[in-house]
């Protein structure tokens, strides 16, 4: 067999098609100095052929390590990866052929687009026509026509995520993997991207995972989400699941629930929690009566006006639409109200909220 026939079978990804991907408490520990820290610990989600999975979490939370197992860049201290019915951790990044785009692009600087977009088909030893065929197809679909024979440096920051995009998805890999992919571009840019992935997914009909820090990209993009915190997963469940109804207290904070209420329970209906102070909100856990809770609010689901919580104004920022407007309560806490009124410094006001909005977790 001639020796360029053999590479490229040896480098052939696994399998276009697939059912699931399953990660099975998935760990992977570092050496900090002479203690082993666990950037990840125990991640278990299976991922369907089709699906976007947004994996959301604060800086340092292990996003990327996990991106990187999958990819093979990184070994596993514990658990294992299966495609179908096939252990995959063991392999090489180069067997397992994922495409995978990073925040900083990582294009060859010194090769044309095409050239950039082809690369990983030619050291595959894909016959020249098709390498052609299939860079066509990926420029296609990322609308990068007409700038083939451009240089990376000759285009902008959006034109090299896309060619970064090209290059992932020209092997037709069964899963893309994207790392904080837009958070190099400006603001404009990235709502579009943001759209432009989305329908690029779709057309490739595999599985997308795609790590971000950014609430609103991970909201707006995936079909389920996976919040991790601390190397662990808090909470996995579509987009509407994770934004109304929180698992934990850390889960809703990160996700806009800005405002904390510390209260007692004094009566509990089913989901209906009555708290000191004569407030009522949704129970989000288990509590009874005497137990000490935590409350959270979004500023966007607290208006001014008659309600049972008042305060002083103590800040106003006006933002076009709506203001985001700081009361300040006799007890010291400071609330967010996003709202469509003007309110003054100094000023006295009431502050309402419907009762289902006050998410309840017990404290501690
Ligand atoms: P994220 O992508 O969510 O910001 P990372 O997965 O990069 O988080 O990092 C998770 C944790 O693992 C962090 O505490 C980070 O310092 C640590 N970490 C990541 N990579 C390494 C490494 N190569 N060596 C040591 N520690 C690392
Ligand atoms: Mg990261």
């Not at 040896?10 to 399998?15: A, G, I, Q, Y």
């Not at 050496?31 to 800086?59: K, N, Q, Y």
């Not at 002083?312 to 709202?339: F, I, K, P, Q």
Request: net charge positive; charged share 25%; proline share 5%.
């Amino acid at each position: 067999m001639p020796r360029k026939r053999r590479r490229s079978q040896s480098c052939r990804n696994l399998k276009h098609d697939f059912t699931e991907l399953r990660l099975d408490a998935v760990t992977r520990h570092f050496a900090h100095g002479a203690r082993e820290v666990a950037a990840l610990d125990g991640l278990t989600v299976t991922i369907r052929r089709g699906e976007f999975i947004a994996l959301l979490g604060p800086s340092g939370c292990g996003k990327s390590t996990a991106l990187n197992c999958i990819a093979g860049l990184l070994s596993l201290s514990a658990g294992s990866i299966w495609l179908d019915e096939l252990r995959i951790d063991p392999l090489p990044p180069e067997k397992r052929g994922f495409g995978m785009v990073f925040q900083n692009y990582a294009l060859f600087p010194h090769m044309s687009v095409r050239q950039n977009v082809g690369f990983g088909l030619r050291m595959r030893g894909v016959p020249r026509a098709e390498i052609e065929k299939r860079v066509a197809r990926a420029l296609e679909l990322v609308q990068l026509r007409g700038h083939e024979e451009k240089l990376p440096g000759q285009l902008s920051g959006g034109q090299q995520q896309r060619v970064a995009i090209a290059r992932a998805i020209v092997v037709e890999p069964p899963l893309v993997l994207m790392d904080e992919p837009l958070s190099n571009l400006d603001a404009r840019l990235r709502l579009e991207m943001r759209a432009e992935i989305r329908r690029i997914h779709r057309s490739l009909g595999r599985a997308t995972i795609y790590v971000t820090h950014d609430q609103e990209e991970a909201l707006s993009m995936a079909d389920r989400i996976v919040v991790m915190k601390d190397g662990r997963v808090r909470q996995i469940g579509a987009p509407a699941a994770i934004y109304s109804e929180p698992a934990d207290l850390d889960v809703a904070r990160f996700m806009g629930y800005r405002n904390e209420l510390a209260a007692t329970v004094e009566h509990v209906a089913g989901a209906e929690v009555m708290l000191s102070g004569g407030l009522h909100g949704r129970a989000m856990g288990a509590l009874t009566p005497g137990m000490h809770a935590r409350a959270a609010i979004r500023p966007e689901d607290l208006a001014l006006g008659t309600g049972p919580l008042a305060g002083r104004v103590e800040n106003v920022e006006y933002g076009g639409r709506d203001s985001l407007v700081d009361v300040l309560l006799a007890d010291g806490t400071r609330l967010h109200v996003r709202s469509a009124q003007s309110a003054h410094l100094g000023e006295h006001v009431g502050v309402a909220f419907a009762p289902h909005r006050l998410l309840v977790y017990p404290a501690g």
